[in-house]
């Protein structure tokens, strides 16, 4: 994220008029229904192990993709176990289970297995990689 921010502070400065947001309903009735905004976000401890990997899996939203849903909600019963159909330009991708199950999930992965797994998918085009 540090990186993120550096890179767009050293764009220069883009001067646009822009049209004032019209936000229509229902999403209006969900927006107002949100809680407060976060003033301070707490920093997160790289060296933190656990607590910066759950901060990692959140702010890359990999539930969104890797959690089954129980109608339009996540089934947080089975949070991360994979099995959602993803239809991408290239066909439907099955998502995988990414909890510790031995079986079938990534429980049996040493850290290399999983840091090739995640240079796998860095760049591909098309089918992703097996």
Request: proline share 11%; with cysteine; glycine share 10%.
């Amino acid at each position: 994220m540090q990186a993120i921010v550096a890179y767009m502070n050293s764009l220069p400065p883009a001067k646009s008029q822009l049209p004032r947001t019209s936000i229509t309903f229902p999403t209006s009735m969900w927006i107002k229904g949100l809680p407060s905004p976060v003033y301070r976000v707490p920093p997160v401890d790289p060296d933190g192990g656990e607590a910066y990997g759950d901060y990692l899996t959140r702010i890359a939203a990999c539930e969104s993709c890797h959690t089954p849903l129980k109608g339009f909600q996540p089934d947080l019963s089975l949070r991360f176990a994979g099995g959602r159909d993803l239809d991408a330009f290239f066909g439907v991708v099955t998502v995988a289970n990414i909890t510790p199950d031995e079986g079938s999930g990534i429980g049996g992965w040493n850290y290399l297995q999983f840091e090739k797994r995640m240079r796998d998918y860095q760049n591909y085009r098309g089918n992703p990689p097996a």
